[in-house]
């Protein structure tokens, strides 16, 4: 990436969350001064404390050079005061993955941040069109959804979903952010679910339901996932790296947009009452 391009330009990241958090550090590995907020302090230190360690082990395997990583992480400054935006040329929206808080949050972006700065959100099911209907129409030109995957610091996808307002220029401006971050943009109809959650969740779907059939194991069906389809993790270790809770939020979400191919299996519903979703730290599928 050609760092001259993104010297001197102020981004904002909202949500120091998993996602939050990463697409900030590569934003900021970029050459983007990135300005991370969140609602409480408490955020900021799990946030910093993981992309140190993130970062630490990308040098110790050679993906990062030391010098590169200080420099990203002083790049990035953090606050609890969405005003501090005034001065970033693009947000992202990075928030909880519900359409009161993101309509919130974005409001306030859009109150913080001058005319002609660009809105992201990084929603993964919910419609751009319909998140910009509590922007003003004068902003929804400038508003774009763009999908990055978890880990973000790995995943080298991003979704490019633009609304039914959302300019041509606002197109090319998110291509260019996902280019100089790294990433590979492809360009998705603004759906529920867009394109790749879609494929993902029916796979998920099928594969909890040969577990309840005993036709394998958790562990065999992540097996043949990664030596038989070339999948870098198999299903179980994703929804454990992405949490339980948050798939069948998408599948709910899907369920009532497509109806019956995204309903969620018993099993996956029954482990998230039990609280076992997974995520850093909490029992899930594999442990």
């Known amino acids: 990436m050609d760092q001259a391009i993104t010297d001197g ?6 949500g120091a969350g998993l996602m ?3 697409i900030a550090l590569v934003q900021g590995l970029a050459g983007y001064h990135v300005t991370l907020v969140d609602k409480d302090e408490t955020a900021f230190e799990r946030a910093i404390a993981r992309l140190t360690t ?3 082990k990308g040098c110790a395997r050679g993906f990062y050079q030391e010098a590169d990583c200080r420099a990203a992480m002083a790049r ?9 935006l005034a001065d970033c040329q693009i947000v992202t929206e990075a928030v909880v993955e519900v359409l009161d808080v993101k309509h919130d949050v974005l409001a306030a972006i859009a109150d913080a941040v001058s005319s002609n700065a660009m809105i ?5 099911t919910i419609p751009i069109s319909v998140l910009a ?9 400038h508003f774009v959804g763009m999908h990055y995957f978890s880990p973000v610091s790995r995943m080298k996808l991003v979704e490019v979903i633009p609304g039914l307002a959302t300019a041509e220029a606002t197109i090319e401006r998110a291509y260019a952010l996902a280019d100089a971050t790294g990433k590979t943009p492809i360009r998705v109809k603004d759906v529920p679910g867009f394109a790749v959650n879609r494929v993902l969740h029916v796979f998920m779907i099928e594969a909890v339901r040969l577990v309840e059939e005993g036709v394998i194991s958790v562990e065999d069906m992540d097996t043949a996932c990664r030596l038989g389809l070339g999948h870098p993790i198999g299903p179980f270790e994703l929804m454990d790296a992405t949490t339980s809770s948050l ?3 998408a599948q709910e979400f899907m369920l009532d947009a497509y109806g019956e191919r995204f309903r969620p299996r018993p099993l996956l519903k029954q482990r998230v009452a039990a609280g076992l979703v997974g995520g850093k730290g909490r029992p899930g599928w594999r442990n």
């Open 9 to 14: 330009i102020k981004v904002g990241v909202v």
């Open 20 to 22: 939050g958090g990463e």
């Open 54 to 56: 993130l970062l630490e």
């Open 76 to 84: 990035i400054v953090t606050t609890t005061s969405v005003t501090d």
């Open 120 to 124: 992201v959100t990084n929603t993964s």
């Open 133 to 141: 209907g509590r922007l003003p129409t004068e902003r929804r030109p």
């Open 247 to 249: 798939c069948l939020q």
